[in-house]
């Protein structure tokens, strides 16, 4: 234990001396003994030393005691109490600072190592845990679901912040009371206190819930305290309100797009059926559609054309101009003309046309259709 600190205090001089004496013959580092309490916090603010060994009759009005109960929760120092008093007044007293040990003078060396030993693994266990319960404390504030652990009877353990502002009452307050007295302001459901009867049988329990216009997944487990032989419940609400109006929403969408789909079959179907040529193009008059009966007309598939500018579909004869410039200037009505097309093997095809916007967009034409048929 090199380079371990310890402060001592003791009211008797040569016993104090003693003590130090055999302490830094075991290797530990004693700068000073104290013999009253007021001095014994003032010493340990200062030195912060890793351990306290304290008599607990001092001189003057402070007990070792009440010295100790100071020095621990000022600045977290183990205490290990050395005393020639052992009757059970005296000992229920100093179970009220909380040491980390207790030993009986007369001062055996070998035993008070033992007993440093084991007070600073002990302490330092003590930070390890409450670092933990600190760091699960801090996690489970930082999330927005609400969580809160029950025993059997239904009262409240622990709780997390965002479940004590939905009861709107602080999280010290509802420990320890039912969590069945949460129905009535509705910070739980009647539903999730019918559940913590079931849980016991079923170990864990899964369910979707609507409450005061909000929608949560709730989930119940079971907790096991094997030291004690009991369990505890653990209730973990997480709030699937927006998730909700998502899935309404795709699925009002996904109705759409079915109807949009078959609505466009149908317009397909009526066009594949119709005598006359249809050809619809974008703004600057690429094709994007052609029906069926323009591909036996042109002897073209829909994929030769898709893309292509509709003036090459015009013999070298044609007059009529197709070209980008007409597409923007044709914003108004039906446009009628004829067209000389071409077939794909090069014969001529006269053809009557008329065209039309069919799609605006920021009041810009968008798509044209064209109807084409033979010019007799």
Known sequence: ?????????????????????????????????????????????????????????????????????EISSKYDIPVVFLTAHSDEPTVEMAKIAGPFGYLIKPFEPGRVRIAIEMALYRHAAEGRLRESRELIRALLDATRDEIVLVDQGGKILALNEAFAARAGTPASRLTGEPVSGLIPPGTITVRTADELHRIFAEGRVSFEEEDHGRCYDTTLYTVADRAKGTLRIAIYRHEITNLKL????????????????????????????MSDYVVITDHAGKIAYVNSTFEKKFGLSAADVHGMPIADLAHPENTVNLTYDFFQAFWGADWTGFFLARHASGARMPMAVRGRPILYENNRPKNFVFVMRDRV
């Open 246 to 273: 998502m899935e309404d929403e795709l699925k009002a969408t996904n109705r759409h797009l079915m109807e949009e789909r078959e609505r466009l079959l149908f317009l397909t179907t009526a066009l594949d059926a």
């Open 1 to 69: 234990m090199a380079g371990t600190r310890v402060l001592v205090v003791e009211d008797e001089y040569v016993t104090g001396a003693d003590i130090q004496n055999s302490l830094r013959d075991l290797g530990f580092e004693v700068p000073y003994v104290v013999d009253n309490g007021p001095e014994a916090i003032r010493r340990a603010g200062e030195l912060r030393p890793d351990l306290v060994l304290m008599d607990i009759i001092l001189r003057g009005e402070m007990t070792g005691i009440h010295a100790a109960a």
